[in-house]
């Protein structure tokens, strides 16, 4: 069993086999009704990373690559929904007599001790996984009796996956057990037999006493009995406290409205006189609950009543009893459930860092639910007072008919799975849209987009109309840009009104993202586009934000939608003006912006493994006292790297595939014999994608290099996609070709080659196209013309080169015929030292290797603990000659993952270390700078100092040359690339005497969320 029948929720994305599996949880699964052995294996890893706290994610990120806090924010978030819109079921059906302001009284005062319950009753302190620190004061806590928010919300994690993975089966049944225990516990032991009494008048209760032991060790037993047949127990060490137990367990069981009633005084409930009025239920409101698989048509149409009907229409009647206003309280809550469980299993369908402006939890706007209440008919239906009728309906009125509407379902639904499953499809495609939306409102994203671009918003506002029908006017007015702007709004009120412009704004505002429809008004459009593109090379703290959000169309090329970009990017130059280009600064900051995001979105995980696994035979072999015994793993290795690493270098021009078949040919007319059949209309391809294919038909040769006269057959045509060519040989198989190193780096390379085999004699290589050349303009050339691969690529492409050159030569060296014992010892000397200078190699490669993955870690790390921990690390490990100066410590949270400011860190310290070998001092310190939401590290150290040359390189962007022996020169440009794909940099500071580097790092806020929010 993985999740009922009928759920339209996907399943959770697959975690890396590193993080275990919850196997079993008795409280956990006792509570569910389901064993976790019944699960797939990753929904149980799901449950693992449930249990962690995020104080134990920052420090056991190898325990759980790649998972992101915002995947523990978004469990959470969904925990506390569950748990919200099951405890309001609660009380309402224990305390049916509550109006909607004793059922929030009541929900806030028992709320807290329900989670707390929660926790306890599951057990989750003996589970969840927290840091050193955090457990620790976790520990104090207990140990002092008090409470340990820390598990509270480790436990709406629980919840959290309880609910996305099993739908939250009996969980209902929990909740109300933990909200009548919390309402039996809240009630004081003196007056609780009175409160009994009072309960059970004419129910003639009757006590039975029982007592086991001896006198002075004596346990009393108490039931208590009510003529309807219900009981309460109770146990103690004296005859009346058990009493109170026994009245107190009968109340809570039976009655814990009783109990929940203490606190604050009841509402009393006026006499009702309905005035002649048409039925309340007709075939209407049938054939609406019906959409929701209901039969009970009477709380849909309660649920749209307004409150001004009552009082038109119900003499004496109760506004909220009588309206919609319980059924709409109860919606509120069973909208964000619904939302948020959503938006988390569609975002944790995909990825395990998902983007914190979406995954953060907000409530859905008013207007946002206008299109469900026009897609389901409500206006139709909706009672009204005779001064309503006829006009518009607020925002706000037609949310509360739609949360109502929702409520009515709920109530009649066992669980919150089924009652989803039941939905119209309207509703599902409402929620579809929402769960990639973000939820921040215009308002808050115009005066954020204010302060990222550098202007100004001012308001202007105004009244019309009579006090219970009054219009508010709200002017935007935007300066600070090239020209002034205005936009207006209007609405029932003056927040109604100021967000109404703001949207207007935004609409526009949106081919910023990805908005190539229709532009409102094209002056607002042009000047953002314009302003961004000034401010680019001066942002580039936010650019990873900016590219997260898709600002730019960076979505599209981190996607590879390269029609779709260049689509877009027509329309920008429509709006901006044909004749309008950004100058060489902005143009050159623009390609590069474009490159970070081909990097980050192509991890090539294949090359990392098999370099490491690579790196890590050749420190074996070069440390073995004997030769090696296999070569040819090592060897294939080399060669597929170094074929995939050209082919990532490759950059230039588009180019017809047909040039790239001929090219093949030529190279290979010697040895084949090729019959060839290639209509393939013009079709080209960009730079890696040439050499990519180009090396892949290079495999498909080698594959028939010891056969005698290999004849081949070559057809090619074109599809919707690109184009197809399938390479045929009658005489020997094709088919394993597609499964070799080489073919799966390259692929991996080059995700627009696809190889696969129709049978074992053919292989078929499909590319994707470019689009026509006449599409070309300065945004697509900025996105598509210039390499993505930077200066550190270059670099790594050579130490890999060298590489497999000494490893060759090694090779060659120890397979060399020597028939005389000098010459086997000097072909065993020139083999040693081929293997040295290889480990030499593999020694800086292994820091570099490093550096290339963490290049792609973005995460959060809070950086006064984090340096602390790093500080002592560093004075147990470095010699006793060098001094660590650490910094003052202030709290600052930076927007990168521990792993990968730690590698950066590491490869300073050990250049810095090398070059203190008699001794010297390492200081640190760093300071915030708010305006600029940045935090500024410096690293410096007493040694012989940064060479001109090295700086003159790295200030240039060239290739680093390194004064050490076993140097590559990599590290360096290593170091900026990381901090560079965070939005950081790395700047050398000048020093009288030593090495100083200085680190910017972006700042976030203290909930791990960016400072900007940019959807």
């Known amino acids: 069993m993985s999740r009922p029948a009928g759920s339209p929720l996907p399943p959770l994305v697959a975690l890396p086999q590193a993080i275990g599996e919850v196997m079993s949880w008795a409280e956990l699964e006792r509570a569910m009704g389901h064993a976790l052995g019944e699960l797939q294996s990753r929904e149980r890893q799901w449950l693992t990373v449930a249990t962690l706290h995020r104080s134990g994610l920052y420090e056991s990120p190898d325990e759980f690559p790649n998972v992101s806090a915002v995947c523990l924010s978004l469990l959470e978030s969904v925990g506390k929904a569950a748990v919200d819109v099951e405890l309001r079921r609660a009380i309402a ?19 807290r001790m329900v989670r707390e319950r929660l926790g306890q009753s599951l057990q989750v302190q003996n589970r969840a996984h927290l840091g050193r620190g955090e457990a620790s004061q976790a520990a104090n806590k207990v140990a002092s009796g008090s409470t340990v928010r820390t598990f509270d919300a480790v436990a709406m994690q629980v919840v959290g996956w309880w609910s996305l993975v099993v739908a939250g089966a009996g969980l209902r049944t929990f909740v109300e057990t933990l909200y009548a225990d919390a309402a039996m516990s809240s009630a004081t032991a003196a007056d609780v037999r009175s409160l009994f009494q009072q309960h059970a008048q004419g129910l003639k209760p009757a006590f039975e006493v029982a007592q086991a032991g001896p006198d002075h060790d004596a346990v009393f037993t108490v039931t208590v009995t009510t003529k309807d047949g219900r009981t309460g127990r109770g146990e103690a060490g004296s005859k009346k406290h058990a009493q109170r137990l026994a009245c107190h367990d009968y109340l809570s069981r039976h009655a814990p409205h009783v109990l929940a009633d203490q606190g604050s005084p009841a509402k009393r409930g006026k006499p009702v006189v309905r005035r002649p009025a048409r039925p309340l239920v007709d075939e209407r409101y049938a054939a609406l609950a019906a959409r929701f698989g209901c039969r009970d048509a009477g709380p849909f149409a309660r649920a749209l009543i307004h409150r001004s009907w009552v009082y038109e229409n119900v003499s004496e009647g109760d506004t909220d009893r009588d309206g919609n206003a319980m059924l709409a309280n109860l919606g509120s809550f069973v909208l964000n459930a619904a939302m948020m469980r959503r938006r988390a299993a569609v975002l944790l369908s995909r990825t395990t860092d998902p983007d914190p402006d979406v995954a953060v939890a907000l409530t859905v706007p008013d207007a946002a639910l206008r299109p469900i209440f026009e897609a389901l008919g409500l206006g139709r239906l909706v009672r009204l007072s005779a001064g309503l009728r006829g006009q518009p309906l607020s925002d706000e009125i037609i949310a509360n008919m739609v949360q109502a509407t929702l409520a009515a379902s709920h109530i009649q639904w066992p669980d919150h799975s089924t009652f989803e499953s039941h939905l119209p499809a309207e509703v599902h495609q409402f929620l579809g849209a929402q769960s990639s939306t973000s939820l921040v409102d215009p ?47 209007a609405g029932a009120s003056r927040t109604a009104a100021r967000k109404i412009a703001a949207a207007h704004f935004w609409s526009s505002a949106e081919i910023l993202t990805d908005g190539a429809g229709r532009v409102p008004d094209t002056t607002i459009a042009r000047l953002l586009l314009v302003r961004h593109l000034e401010l680019l090379a001066a942002s580039r703290t936010r650019w990873p934000r900016w590219q997260r959000a898709g600002r730019l169309g960076a979505r599209m090329v981190q996607q590879g939608d390269r029609h779709g970009f260049g689509r877009w990017a027509a329309g920008v130059c ?44 050749i420190a074996a072999a070069a440390d073995a006292d004997e030769p090696a015994t296999s070569w040819d793993e090592p060897t294939q290795q080399l060669v597929a790297l170094s074929a995939a690493q050209s082919v990532w270098m490759s950059a230039g021009a588009d180019q017809p595939v047909a040039q790239v078949l001929e090219n093949w040919l030529l190279v290979n007319r010697r040895r084949l014999q090729v019959e060839r059949d290639l209509p393939l209309d013009g079709a080209v391809v960009d730079a890696r994608t040439a050499a990519a294919l180009f090396r892949a038909l290079q495999e498909c040769a080698a594959a028939l290099s010891g056969q005698p006269e290999p004849r081949l057959s070559m057809h090619g045509r074109t599809t919707a996609a690109g184009v197809s060519v399938t390479v045929s040989c009658a005489r020997h198989p094709l088919d394993q070709v597609k499964d070799t190193l080489t073919m799966r ?271």
């Open 93 to 111: 059906k224990a305390a049916p007599n509550f109006d909607v302001k004793r059922r929030d009284e009541e929900a806030n005062r028992v709320g």
């Open 443 to 489: 308002v808050t994203r115009l005066q954020e987009l204010s302060v990222e671009l550098d202007f100004q918003v001012e308001e202007d506002s105004s009244r019309e109309g009579p006090d219970h029908n009054s219009t508010f006017r709200v002017r935007l007015n935007v300066r600070g840009l090239a020209q002034p702007i205005s936009v207006e709004g």
């Open 574 to 617: 429509d709006v901006i003006g044909p004749g309008w280009r950004p100058d060489a600064v902005a143009e050159a900051a623009l390609a590069d912006y474009f490159g970070q995001v081909s990097q980050t979105a192509r991890k090539r995980v294949i090359f990392t493994d098999v370099l490491s696994a690579l790196l890590a035979w």
């Open 745 to 1015: 780096l390259l692929c991996e390379t080059c995700p627009t080659l696809l190889v696969g085999a129709h049978d074992a004699r053919s292989i078929q290589l499909s590319v994707k196209t470019s689009p026509p050349n006449a599409d070309e303009n300065w945004l697509t050339r900025a996105a598509y013309g210039q390499p993505t691969a930077d200066d550190y690529d270059a670099e790594l492409a050579r130490l890999i080169h060298d590489l497999k050159n000494e490893v060759t030569a090694a090779r060659l060296a120890y397979d060399r015929n020597t028939p005389t014992r000098t010459e086997r010892l000097e072909a065993q000397l020139a083999a040693s030292r081929h293997m040295d200078a290889a480990a030499a190699l593999a020694s800086r490669l292994r820091d570099a290797d490093m550096l290339y993955e963490a290049a792609d870690l973005v995460g959060t790390t809070e950086l006064a603990a984090f340096m602390q921990a790093y500080i002592s690390d560093l004075i147990r490990r470095l010699p006793t000659q060098i001094r660590v100066v650490p910094p003052a410590l202030a709290p600052a949270v930076v927007a990168i993952d521990e792993r990968a400011l730690r590698a950066v860190l590491d490869n300073l310290v050990k250049n810095a270390e090398q070059a203190m070998a008699a001794g010297g001092e390492i200081t640190f310190d760093y300071t915030s700078s708010p305006g600029d939401d940045v935090v500024l590290l410096e690293i410096a150290d007493t040694g012989a100092g940064i060479p001109a040359a090295v700086l003159e390189a790295l200030a240039a962007g060239r290739a680093i040359t390194s004064g050490k022996r076993e140097g590559s020169g990599l590290g360096l440009l290593g170091v900026r690339r990381t901090l560079r794909r965070v939005g950081g940099e790395l700047e050398p500071a000048p020093r009288a005497k030593g090495t100083g580097w200085l680190l910017t790092l972006p700042t976030v806020t203290e909930d791990g969320q960016a400072e900007s929010r940019d959807k």
